[in-house]
């Protein structure tokens, strides 16, 4: 029997490995990103939290930067994955169940706001990288709410406009979270919130879906 070759070969044992060992690579640089910052960040802290060597490290991703760039593409990877899992016949549920995830997490928060920092000052090339992010980000968005409006579970909007303003308010929240006392209240503590993640995805979601008119 021949092989299909319409399908791509399956990756190898080796593939498999380093495609995993990147993964963690990636997954310990954004957890140090997130706690010390990109300038506070080192090579060497990224390196022990992957439990790799600095010079195995350097095999995948040659310098700061570079990482910084992979962790930006898993980031919007990850997100398009979650906004691609949104049920368009439940859109309730699933909006809520989006946006819960977003507040609720602080590494996230913080990258956010460190790629968006990052972007604004450009350095080495950093604000294409993080506007190709977003604009993917909001390409995947919009994609989804034409597939609602198509199976008649979203009204007849603009769909590109939908898609910026429910990424803009999931920025936004994040900025909130993590600057505004009107998110968390009199607490010095950020995750002892005014407003629970899940309390703010249900009351975010009914804005969208049903407006704030009375008609």
């Not at 989006?98 to 972007?119: C, H, I, T, V």
Request: proline share 4%; no cysteine; hydrophobic share 45%.
């Amino acid at each position: 029997m021949t092989q299909n070759s319409s399908f791509p070969p399956a990756p190898s044992r080796r593939e498999r490995r380093a495609a995993a060992r990147r993964a963690d690579i990636l997954e310990a640089a954004a957890g140090v990103f997130s706690q010390y910052g990109y300038e506070n960040a080192t090579t060497r802290e990224i390196a022990e939290r992957a439990d790799v060597s600095e010079g195995t490290l350097y095999n995948y991703f040659d310098s700061k930067q570079a990482l910084f760039l992979g962790v930006a593409d898993a980031f919007a990877d990850s997100l398009v994955d979650a906004i691609a899992g949104v049920d368009v016949d439940d859109l309730e549920h699933s909006m809520t169940h989006l946006f819960a995830d977003r507040f609720r997490s602080g590494r996230e928060r913080r990258l956010l706001m460190m790629f968006l920092y990052k972007a604004r000052v450009d350095e080495n090339g950093e604000q294409r990288s993080v506007h190709n992010a977003i604009s993917r980000l909001v390409a995947a968005t919009e994609a989804r709410v034409r597939e609602a409006i198509d199976a008649g579970t979203m009204r007849p909007v603009n769909p590109a406009v939908a898609a910026a303003t429910l990424n803009a308010a999931i920025m936004g929240f994040a900025i909130l979270y993590e600057l505004s006392s009107a998110i968390h209240g009199d607490s010095a503590e950020p995750d002892n919130t005014a407003f629970p993640p899940e309390l703010l995805g249900e009351a975010v979601t009914d804005i969208f879906l049903n407006g704030l008119s009375e008609n």
